[in-house]
């Protein structure tokens, strides 16, 4: 017990080290507002949105400090999506609805209609959102200063995630937790290497020369992970790349429940953690480091182990825990849940590693596509 208490210590010390390090990276390069120069496009991909759209619509057009046009892609949607974008176009000529192609074999959907999007654009940067996102009015402006300051093609930042059922609080904190526990922001920010690059899908500002020069949303078409495949394909190009901190700039409720979150974040799953090299690694960082702390805790209660080294452990995770929650400005009432939230998150990546291959089959806006 004594020796599992100090690899949980150890474990538990190593994203704790990395958050700390890109905290103060993050804080010190908060994107300032740019001139007023250059057109940004705000590109919306919408497929079954009528929920969702008007809010979005209405945070992109009240955008400032920067000239903005704004094009939704309406893909195939068989509710009320077209007609309120229609609507609100008729009253702001910043506005542009635009019908999308039928889906090409080889393509996910998404990819697809912000490669249409990309196409009608003429800005210099495009700006891909989410249809769950909403902008703040210097949401635009700030992610083009980041990227001047930076001189990145692709900035990218996680919005600040709203979570309403106790489901969408157990499982969405682990994207900022994923990002700034384990990944090296700093280093990211000196190399280029393409292993190094990540993003969140809901919004990415790109320059559209070099989003054009390198195949853009093509380049990644039968991906389901933009996150992950569109910054590593600006890096092999030997082109920079950046993450913000987005908190202030955006917010987006991605899902209503479990379900929802559970299917979400499976069907990308092979493209992330779940994959048979990958995915052993992670339970032992993330397991290791997050979830036997408590186990052991809950042992030395019942006197098998050593209580301080396991609350050590456990005050280590859930300290960093509660760091990056406060910074991203997430629920703080999420951080006593942590080690249930990496528990059910190793649970949906070795259940989409495990299933069975017809199971391997993700469905999303009602399309299927073969995971992995």
Known sequence: MTVLAILA???ALLPAALALANLLALRKSRPGLPAP?????????????????????????ASTGIPIEVIVADDHSTDGTAAIVAQAAAGDPRLR?????????????KNHACHVLAEEATGRHL???????RLAPDGAASLVAAAEAAGAALVSGVPRQVTGSVGERLTVPMINFLLLGYLPIPLMRRLRDPALG???????????DAYRRVGGHAAIRGSLHDGVRLPR????????????????????RMYADFAQAWAGFSKNAHEGLATPRALPVWTLLLGGGHVLPLLLV???????????LAGAAL??????????TLFTREDPWTIPLHPLTVALALALQWNALLRPARAGVATWKGRSYQAG
């Open 315 to 324: 005050a280590v995770s859930l300290v960093t825990r509660a760091a990056i």
């Open 37 to 61: 120069d250059g057109l940004v496009s705000i590109l919306i991909p919408a497929r079954n949105e009528a929920g969702n759209i008007g809010p979005t619509l209405a945070a992109a057009l």
């Open 97 to 109: 609805l635009i019908p999308v192609p039928p889906l090409p074999p080889g393509w996910t959907g």
């Open 127 to 133: 700006l891909f959102i989410d249809a769950d996102v």
């Open 233 to 252: 394909v600006f890096r092999r190009a030997g082109l920079t790349t950046d993450l913000v901190a987005a908190s202030d700039l955006a917010t987006c």
């Open 198 to 208: 990540a993003a969140c899908g809901q919004l990415v500002l790109v320059q559209a």
């Open 298 to 308: 809950l042992a030395a209660l019942l006197g098998a182990g050593s209580l301080p």
């Open 9 to 11: 210590l150890a474990l």
